[in-house]
T-cell receptor, first 110, second 112 residues
Framework: KQEVTQIPAALSVPEGENLVLNCSFT??????LQWFRQDPGKGLTSLLL?????REQTSGRLNASLDKSSGRSTLYIAASQPGDSATYLC?????????FGTGTSLTVIP | EAQVTQNPRYLITVTGKKLTVTCSQN?????MSWYRQDPGLGLRQIYY???????DKGDVPEGYKVSRKEKRNFPLILESPSPNQTSLYFC???????????FGPGTRLTVL
């Protein structure tokens, strides 16, 4: 069974700092990997989707990379802002199911 | 507006009283899914559907039922809810399991 791990569980940074969130998974035979953000009490918002044949995806200040062979993905956030404060989740799809990590709670301090 | 809707958003019920949480999407997506989110355990998939009349168990299907009679709707049924089903539930949809998932706003269920 696929296991997805996100470390650290919580992260606090000053505004303007660049940061990296990590996601690791045990089974490298995945179709895709998706990054989400979740605000307190709210649903999940899709940030980036990386197909298994891709190495990275970019959207604005966000860049996600995928290394299937090592079972790792990183989400890079440039020039962090207080509005980036949220929980960030990654999910992988090795078959018809999806497996989520438990997330990294990010706080950006003004 | 493209969206996934869930109803109700909040529900408090008692053990054993059957309930249904509805999920509907207006994006003509084939893949739909239900998740529950619990502190420390993250999101876990309950059931998913690849298309109309096709449903499969996820990681935690015990105590739940689903149906997919129309492409847009994917209700979650708890025939006899128990307190351990108290959780935050999310419905999601995507074109296929290869594509980006879109989530509903969530349903917070409390079973007393």
């Amino acid at each position: 069974k696929q296991e997805v791990t996100q470390i650290p569980a919580a992260l606090s940074v000053p505004e303007g700092e660049n940061l990296v969130l990590n996601c690791s998974f045990t089974d490298s035979a995945i179709y895709n990997l998706q990054w989400f953000r979740q605000d307190p009490g709210k649903g999940l918002t899709s940030l980036l989707l990386i197909q298994s044949s891709q190495r990275e995806q970019t959207s604005g200040r966000l860049n996600a990379s995928l290394d299937k062979s090592s079972g790792r993905s990183t989400l890079y956030i440039a020039a962090s802002q207080p509005g980036d404060s949220a929980t960030y989740l990654c999910a992988v799809s090795p078959d018809n199911q999806f497996y989520f990590g438990t997330g990294t709670s990010l706080t950006v301090i003004p | 507006e493209a969206q996934v809707t869930q109803n109700p958003r909040y529900l408090i019920t008692v053990t054993g009283k059957k309930l249904t949480v509805t999920c509907s999407q207006n994006m003509n997506h084939e893949y739909m899914s239900w998740y529950r989110q619990d502190p420390g355990l993250g999101l876990r998939q309950i059931y998913y559907s690849m298309n109309v009349e096709v449903t499969d168990k996820g990681d935690v299907p015990e105590g739940y039922k689903v149906s997919r009679k129309e492409k847009r709707n994917f209700p979650l049924i708890l025939e006899s809810p128990s307190p351990n089903q108290t959780s935050l539930y999310f419905c999601a949809s995507s074109l296929s399991n290869y594509n980006e998932q879109f989530f509903g706003p969530g349903t917070r269920l409390t079973v007393l």
